[in-house]
């Protein structure tokens, strides 16, 4: 089995972007199933549980202010005919964005799931008096005037698992997005720096700069199933279309209530009367035992219109469960767009 030990900063970087999380789930099922295993060092699982929280604000806030600013500019510059339209689309991908933004969450949760059942490996005593060492030599990753204590424990751990795959025939591999720190200066970045390089031997001991590469040069076939499997999932709806779905649903619950305001109308428990006598009638009478004959005559016109528009077979009667149920709807869509619980006011 192919043990893997992979930099914070690549948990990081996958974390933040939701196309990533075929290949988060790809590792996922992998170790599940046993065909590969990570080895966790404690920095990596401090280090990723501290900047977790910043990784998932920023997801969900780089590209809406990038946005905003862009819908600012439009509203201020962009001809008149021009600027409804654009407007509304950037509208949309800003709700896209939200809604994607919320996968980043999803992508931590796997993700700590992996540092938690991996392979904890604690920094000995050992390990720090090589990781001074290495200080004082100035060896990678402290080749670079900055704090490298961190990515030296990583070497120094990743060493004593090279060694110990070396002797017992089995396989290891190093995974980092930090090639300034861990890859050839001088050369391909894909290859290790000259100071580590005598830990990756090639059969037994790897160095990679992708996880996605190193998955892929080990289970090709899988990467491909579960990217299939993922871009199955369920897009979220385009606000244009929750705009447009509320707007029918307000519209059904509209044309009941003024069904049932006709009924009453036509049994005389409502009454259709001039303005002034409106007006007269007792307070509690003009909510509910007058109308005014002006505004019966708006509705009855905004009946016929929403007829035409949606038409009957749209408008029921509806059994209590069906009446229910578009109800419920339009009270979740209000609450998708903003409006608190059982907003139904139309």
Not at 170 to 184: E, G, K, L, P
């Given at each position: 089995?192919?043990k893997i030990?992979?930099?914070?900063c690549?948990?990081?970087?996958?974390?933040?972007?939701?196309?990533?999380?075929?290949?988060?789930?790809?590792?996922?099922?992998l170790?599940?199933?046993?065909q590969?295993?990570?080895?966790?060092?404690?920095?990596?699982?401090?280090?990723?549980?501290r900047?977790?929280?910043?990784?998932?604000?920023?997801?969900?806030?780089?590209?809406?202010a990038?946005?905003r600013?862009?819908?600012?500019?439009v509203?201020?510059?962009a001809?008149d005919?021009?600027?409804?339209?654009?407007?509304?689309?950037?509208?949309e991908?800003?709700?896209?964005?939200?809604?994607?933004?919320?996968?980043?969450?999803?992508?931590i949760?796997w993700?700590e799931?992996?540092?938690a059942?991996?392979?904890?490996?604690?920094t000995?005593?050992?390990?720090?008096?090589?990781v001074?060492?290495?200080?004082?030599?100035?060896?990678?990753?402290?080749h670079r005037?900055?704090?490298?204590?961190?990515d030296?424990i990583?070497v120094?751990?990743?060493?004593?698992?090279?060694?110990?795959?070396?002797?017992?025939g089995?396989?290891?591999?190093?995974?980092?997005?930090?090639?300034?720190?861990?890859?050839?200066p001088?050369?391909?970045q894909?290859?290790?720096?000259?100071?580590?390089?005598e830990?990756?031997?090639?059969?037994?001991?790897?160095y990679w700069?992708?996880?996605g590469d190193?998955?892929k040069s080990?289970?090709?076939d899988y990467?491909?199933?579960?990217?299939e499997?993922?871009s199955?999932?369920d897009?979220?709806?385009?606000?244009?279309?929750?705009?447009?779905?509320?707007?029918?649903?307000?519209?059904?619950v509209?044309?009941?209530?003024?069904?049932?305001?006709r009924?009453?109308?036509e049994r005389?428990?409502t009454?259709?009367?001039?303005k002034?006598?409106?007006e007269?009638?007792?307070?509690?009478?003009?909510?509910n035992?007058?109308?005014?004959?002006?505004?019966?005559k708006g509705?009855?016109?905004?009946?016929r219109k929403?007829?035409?528009?949606?038409?009957l077979?749209?408008?029921?009667p509806?059994?209590?469960f069906?009446?229910?149920?578009?109800?419920?709807?339009?009270?979740a869509?209000?609450?998708?767009?903003?409006?608190d619980?059982?907003?139904?006011?139309t």
């Open positions: 089995m192919l030990l992979v930099d914070t690549v948990w990081l970087d996958l974390a933040k972007d939701y196309r990533q999380q075929s290949l988060i789930l790809a590792a996922k099922e170790f599940d199933g046993q590969i295993d990570f080895v966790v060092p404690d920095v990596v699982k401090a280090e990723f549980a900047n977790k929280a910043r990784v998932a604000e920023d997801a969900r806030r780089s590209l809406q990038h946005f600013l862009v819908r600012e500019a509203d201020r510059f001809e005919d021009y600027k409804t339209e654009t407007l509304n689309s950037l509208n991908i800003d709700q896209r964005i939200a809604m994607k933004g919320e996968a980043v969450n999803k992508s949760e993700i799931d992996l540092l059942h991996g392979l904890s490996k604690a000995t005593k050992a390990i720090k008096q090589r001074t060492e290495r200080a004082i030599a100035g060896l990678a990753p402290y005037s900055k704090n490298s204590v961190g030296a990583l120094e751990t990743y060493a004593d698992l090279a060694s110990a795959a070396k002797a017992k089995q396989r290891v591999a190093f995974v980092s997005h930090n090639t300034r720190d861990f890859s050839d001088n050369g391909d894909r290859n290790p720096h000259p100071d580590i390089a830990l990756f031997d090639g059969p037994h001991s790897t700069t992708s996880l190193l998955l080990e289970h090709a990467l491909e199933f579960v990217d499997e993922l199955w999932t897009q979220p709806r385009r606000l244009s279309q929750i705009l447009e779905a509320a707007r029918l649903l307000g519209l059904q509209w044309y009941n209530r003024h069904w049932n305001l009924s009453q109308v005389g428990d009454k259709v009367v001039t002034p006598e409106w007269a009638a007792e307070p509690r009478s003009r909510n035992r007058v109308i005014i004959d002006s505004i019966w509705a009855l016109e905004a009946a929403t007829e035409e528009e949606v038409g077979e749209n408008l029921g509806w059994t209590d069906e009446w229910g149920m578009v109800n419920g709807k339009l009270s869509l209000r609450w998708v767009m903003g409006d619980w059982d907003m139904l006011d």
